[in-house]
């Protein structure tokens, strides 16, 4: 790597660490704003046992210096115990549920690649066939759909009527449909992205040059028009993350999947404070990191490219 590669990656870790510190403060404060408190929703309990809880979390101190005290423990690593979950530590709750949705993630994300990048290339090749139509047509349904309207139909057909698959994530078979419901939409669009810049790529002079000096097809198609194309589809795996991950936050309360999605969606009608934040810091992280691991692949794909 050349030195400019080197200071931009630094600037870049420079502002994924200020990123992830403003998302903490912002979701710390907004979390504490509102109004109610995670105890103020137990049955008969006093209001001396409620003092007592907040003494024993820490909620009877100063906002800020719960703030200070917080990012403190979140620098080295530690969220606490859980308010709502009694007697099991955040780290503990969200490497259980990591388990599962890293599982659905990797496998959505994957399959999300592969099928786009395949189905973009047959598209653009087979450029106005009735492959190409049928193609272009299913992935503008699948970008529009949202994944919870996506996830109730796979759940309502494969589930209800047909039968064929369990309705809960936690049985057998039970994370094919999460899965899919995931990787439709990214799916598309990377067929649509690469499509696009296949296109392109295939009317460009180096093309008909490969070909006049007796290239092959094949050789033309992998080794130049392919290789180039997929340039805005790396830039889209930090985007593509983004959307599997709040994503899954959706589809793993519609399948009842046991993952961090449904973990951080109950910690916030639990007003779990300690929970919410452990969960939200995680996803941030991983963002922020595929965001920063995209970039450094466009370089890695296109060393032409100057990183600034």
């Given at each position: 790597?050349?030195?400019?590669?080197?200071?931009?990656?630094?600037?870049?870790?420079?502002?994924?660490?200020?990123?992830?510190?403003?998302?903490?403060?912002?979701?710390?404060?907004?979390?504490?704003?509102?109004?109610?408190?995670?105890?103020?929703?137990?049955?008969?309990?006093?209001?001396?046992?409620?003092?007592?809880?907040?003494?024993?979390?820490?909620?009877?101190?100063?906002?800020?210096?719960?703030?200070t005290t917080y990012l403190g423990d979140a620098i080295q690593g530690n969220f606490g115990p859980s308010i709502k979950?009694?007697?099991?530590?955040?780290?503990?709750?969200?490497?259980?549920?990591?388990?599962?949705?890293?599982?659905?993630?990797?496998?959505?994300?994957?399959?999300?690649?592969?099928?786009?990048?395949?189905?973009?290339?047959i598209a653009a090749l087979k450029r106005n066939t009735i492959f190409d139509r049928i193609i272009m047509v299913m992935?503008?349904?699948?970008?529009?759909?949202?994944?919870?309207?996506?996830?109730?139909?796979?759940?309502?057909?494969?589930?209800?009527?047909?039968?064929?698959?369990?309705?809960?994530?936690?049985?057998?078979?039970?994370?094919?449909?999460?899965?899919?419901?995931?990787?439709?939409?990214?799916?598309?669009?990377?067929?649509?992205?690469?499509?696009?810049?296949?296109?392109?790529?295939?009317?460009?002079?180096?093309?008909?040059?490969?070909?006049?000096?007796?290239?092959?097809?094949?050789?033309?198609?992998?080794?130049?028009?392919?290789?180039?194309?997929?340039?805005?589809?790396?830039?889209?795996?930090?985007?593509?993350?983004?959307?599997?991950?709040?994503?899954?936050?959706?589809?793993?309360?519609?399948?009842?999947?046991?993952?961090?999605?449904?973990?951080?969606?109950?910690?916030?009608?639990?007003?779990?404070?300690?929970?919410?934040?452990?969960?939200?810091?995680?996803?941030?992280?991983?963002?922020?990191?595929?965001?920063?691991?995209?970039?450094?692949?466009?370089?890695?794909v296109d060393p032409r490219i100057t990183l600034e």
């Open positions: 790597m050349d030195s400019k590669t080197i200071s931009y990656i630094l600037k870049r870790i420079v502002m994924a660490v200020f990123t992830l510190w403003a998302v903490i403060t912002i979701t710390f404060f907004v979390m504490h704003a509102v109004p109610g408190g995670p105890f103020t929703r137990e049955k008969a309990i006093s209001a001396e046992a409620q003092a007592a809880l907040n003494a024993k979390y820490g909620l009877d101190k100063p906002l800020f210096e719960q703030y979950q009694r007697g099991r530590m955040v780290t503990d709750i969200i490497v259980d549920g990591m388990k599962t949705s890293a599982k659905i993630g990797i496998i959505a994300l994957l399959i999300a690649t592969v099928f786009g990048i395949i189905f973009g290339a992935t503008t349904a699948f970008v529009s759909m949202p994944s919870f309207i996506m996830g109730s139909l796979l759940l309502i057909l494969f589930c209800t009527t047909l039968n064929l698959l369990p309705a809960n994530g936690a049985a057998k078979g039970g994370l094919i449909l999460p899965v899919i419901t995931l990787a439709l939409y990214p799916m598309s669009y990377i067929t649509r992205l690469t499509r696009s810049s296949m296109l392109d790529v295939l009317g460009q002079d180096y093309i008909r040059t490969a070909k006049a000096k007796g290239v092959s097809e094949r050789n033309v198609i992998v080794h130049h028009a392919l290789k180039n194309s997929l340039i805005p589809v790396i830039t889209y795996f930090g985007p593509e993350l983004a959307y599997i991950v709040t994503g899954s936050l959706v589809v793993e309360q519609i399948f009842a999947v046991p993952g961090i999605g449904r973990y951080f969606v109950n910690s916030i009608t639990g007003r779990d404070y300690t929970l919410i934040m452990g969960t939200t810091i995680v996803l941030a992280t991983l963002i922020v990191i595929m965001n920063l691991v995209s970039d450094i692949l466009y370089k890695v």
